[in-house]
Each structure stands twice: as structure tokens, then as C-alpha cells.
């Protein structure tokens, strides 16, 4: 029986103590281990940003990328090798900021990928400016007036680049994200889980107990084929429903 120790040396997290990219990366490596897939047999490319420093954690292949890179290192390594389960990890900016362009191309293009993002809804790595899902009139290091533009919604924007696997989980519910991840990484496509990930360190705004009474899961009976109710859902903004929103 496979153990987090067989994927993950946390003795080479740089992250902050207590810093929630730690319980992405249990429920993802519990997902690897349920579904029985070994390290040897998982290539995962990494962003650049807090997110993408879960490379110096991992013991299955790995590449430590350009910003917004991850998505087409991760095509390329799937079509050099079909037998490998293929991860992209990366932060709300890498991959709705510089990487953009790539997600929209993928969710076209369907390559059997799974794209990860730590949204935690700034640049965090560098010191909290604000990223593409920051909200319109947030105050950061960059925007000290407060940011002029509203949020991008990066889940209604994917389904409406033709995605057919779209999910949304929370780092305080693991066992919710694991299994949204084993379903992600099983699903014979591009599946992309967008992952609210607070930053303790750095965001006052987006907190765990922000988050806490807000967030809810959608019932059993959601009908995940129905696309005109997924883009509802997915503008929902005062409660924030979490599941897999549309899977085709
Ligand atoms: Fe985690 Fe935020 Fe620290 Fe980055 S800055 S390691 S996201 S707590």
C-alpha cells in the first residue's frame, strides 16, 4: 500500500508554516494513492509562485517551469508517453494571467490532463499583488487605490472555451477535494480543478473563516451534464457552491 511518504518530502516545503498548499497536496497524493497510481508512473509540470514550489516536495517526475508554461509541458509530456497520469500545478496568476491563453487552448483541444490551480486569489510569492481573480477594488501591493477591474471568472470563462470537465474545492474540505481530484485524474480528458486556496500569511480579505461560511457543496442529484446550469452556478457570488460543476 502506497504512502504520502512515497510521493512527498515535506522536509522540503518552503512554504510558510500552516500555509494551506500543504492540504492540496495531502488530498492530491491521497487521490494518487487511492487510484493506485505509483510515483514512477505520475509526471507533474509546476508554475512558478508558492504553488508551483510544491516541486521541491514531489518524488514523481517533475518540471519546474516557465510562468504560465505548465499547461503545454504537460500536453507534450502526455503525447511522449500516453501511460503516464499528467498534473499541471499552478497559482490563479501562472494560470489565468500568463497562462491563459494555454487553459483556453486545452479546454479546446481536450488533452487527457489535469489542470490544478492554487487560486488563493493574489501573487503570493511575491509579496501580494493582485492576480486575474482578485476582486474589483481590492487594495494590494500593486493596486494601493484600490484594483479598477472585476474579477475574472475563471470556470464560466473554461466552460465557455468548449471544458468538459469543470470542479471547484476547498483546501478546508479534504476529503471533498480528494475526491474531486480522483474523479479529475480518472476523467479520459482535460479536467480542471479550480482549488480556494487562502493565503494565511498575506490575505486579510479571503480567509479561512471567510471562506467557512461560505462555502457549500453541491447536492448528489446536481445534474452534471447540464451546461446552461453549470454557468449559472458558477456566477453564483454570495454563497460558493463546491463539486464538479460539468463533466461531459
Ligand atoms: Fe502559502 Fe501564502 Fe505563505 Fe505562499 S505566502 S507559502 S500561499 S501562506
Not at 475574472?152 to 476547498?170: H, M, Q, V, W
Amino acid at each position: 500500500m502506497l504512502k504520502q511518504s512515497d510521493f512527498l518530502n515535506l522536509k522540503e516545503s518552503t512554504w510558510c508554516a500552516g500555509c494551506t498548499n500543504f492540504a492540496l497536496h495531502r488530498a492530491l497524493v491521497q487521490a494518487l494513492i487511492e487510484l493506485n497510481i505509483k510515483p514512477h508512473n505520475t509526471a507533474i509540470t509546476f508554475d512558478i509562485g508558492c504553488a508551483g514550489n510544491a516541486c521541491n516536495i514531489y518524488k514523481t517526475y517533475g518540471f519546474h517551469l516557465l510562468h504560465g508554461r505548465i499547461i503545454p509541458v504537460a500536453m507534450g509530456a502526455k503525447t511522449a508517453n500516453d501511460k503516464l497520469t499528467v498534473i499541471a500545478i499552478g497559482g490563479d496568476g501562472g494560470v489565468y494571467g500568463e497562462g491563459v491563453g494555454h487553459l483556453i487552448e486545452a479546454c479546446r483541444a481536450n488533452p487527457d490532463i489535469t489542470t490544478i490551480v492554487s487560486n488563493n486569489k493574489l501573487y503570493s510569492l511575491t509579496k501580494g499583488q493582485a492576480s486575474p481573480t482578485s476582486k474589483k477594488g481590492v487594495k494590494t501591493k500593486s493596486t494601493p487605490y484600490g484594483l479598477d477591474k472585476p474579477a475574472l471568472n475563471p470556470l464560466t470563462r473554461a466552460l465557455s472555451s468548449e471544458a468538459k470537465f469543470i470542479a471547484r474545492g476547498y483546501t478546508g474540505e479534504v476529503k471533498h477535494l480528494t475526491e474531486i481530484f480522483k474523479k479529475a485524474i480518472s476523467y479520459k480528458g482535460f479536467s480542471l480543478v479550480d482549488v480556494l486556496q487562502p493565503c494565511i500569511t498575506l490575505d486579510k480579505i479571503n480567509t479561512r473563516e471567510y471562506y467557512k461560511e461560505r462555502v457549500y457543496r453541491l447536492g448528489k442529484n446536481w445534474p452534471t451534464k447540464n451546461k446552461d446550469k453549470a454557468f449559472k452556478k458558477l456566477q453564483e457570488d454570495k454563497k460558493i457552491p463546491l463539486g464538479i460543476f460539468y463533466k461531459k
